[in-house]
């Protein structure tokens, strides 16, 4: 006798072959509204990708920012250095060769035997162009410290928008979105031991007068800088 074909078989597979087009069709369509968010942010069509970037970044830049000033002031009090006697000579950066740090290097920032600091390259994605740290006593910060006198300063140059932004949300400045602007022509010399007292970026905006760190426009060029004071002086 012949084995008939089961009708419930058929039933089956079909009941199958339905479940796994509906599971395809929610896995396209799950695909399509992430590809979506990710297109589309909730300000000016920023994508959320890009604002995630660039909070990351701007943590990364503060965070490097004060873990210099931590070193600073732990040789100072540690290994008794002065002001002058401090060096951010690294075998990654030239001219700051302080003729008046002590030779056992006990106040290098970049070194064992000082702050022991390692030299990091800033977040390459968080700048417009490949730039180093500045570390640069030639500028006085308006409104921190002694007036008419020059304190020690981190920079960073060639910061995009987004991340020069996020900078100033995580350092509640007001209306970050809207970056400060000033017209100061910057120059930073670099720190071998002496200061000056030039003008620093950030005389031009009310939100950032006083202000030991921030991110800002400057005018003449046009570049974004940020800042951060390691010594008020």
Request: negative net charge; contains cysteine; aromatic residues 8%.
């Amino acid at each position: 006798m012949k084995n008939q074909d089961n009708p419930y078989k058929l039933i089956k597979t079909t009941h199958e072959q339905g479940n796994a087009l509906f599971l395809i069709l929610i896995a396209i369509a799950l695909m399509a509204g992430l590809a979506f968010a990710l297109s589309k942010g909730d300000r000016g069509g920023k994508t959320l990708l890009t604002d995630g970037n660039a909070k990351i970044e701007a943590s990364h830049i503060l965070k490097y920012a004060q873990s210099i000033a931590t070193s600073l002031q732990n040789i100072q009090f540690s290994n008794g250095c002065s002001e002058n006697d401090l060096s951010f000579e690294a075998p990654q950066l030239t001219g700051y060769v302080n003729a008046g740090a002590p030779a056992d290097k006990s106040c290098h920032i970049f070194n064992v035997n000082g702050g022991g600091q390692q030299y990091l390259l800033p977040p390459y994605k968080a700048l417009n162009t490949p730039e180093d740290w500045i570390f640069s006593g030639a500028h006085e910060i308006d409104g921190v410290g002694t007036a008419a006198v020059g304190d020690l300063v981190l920079y960073l140059q060639e910061i995009k928008d987004s991340t020069c932004e996020e900078i100033n949300r995580l350092l509640k400045i007001t209306t970050p979105e809207t970056l400060p602007t000033d017209a100061t022509a910057l120059t930073l010399t670099k720190y071998i031991g002496a200061f000056a007292n030039g003008a620093a970026p950030n005389n031009d905006d009310a939100r950032t007068a006083g202000q030991q760190s921030a991110c800002v426009t400057l005018t003449t060029p046009s570049h974004n800088v940020f800042y951060h004071t390691l010594i008020i002086r």
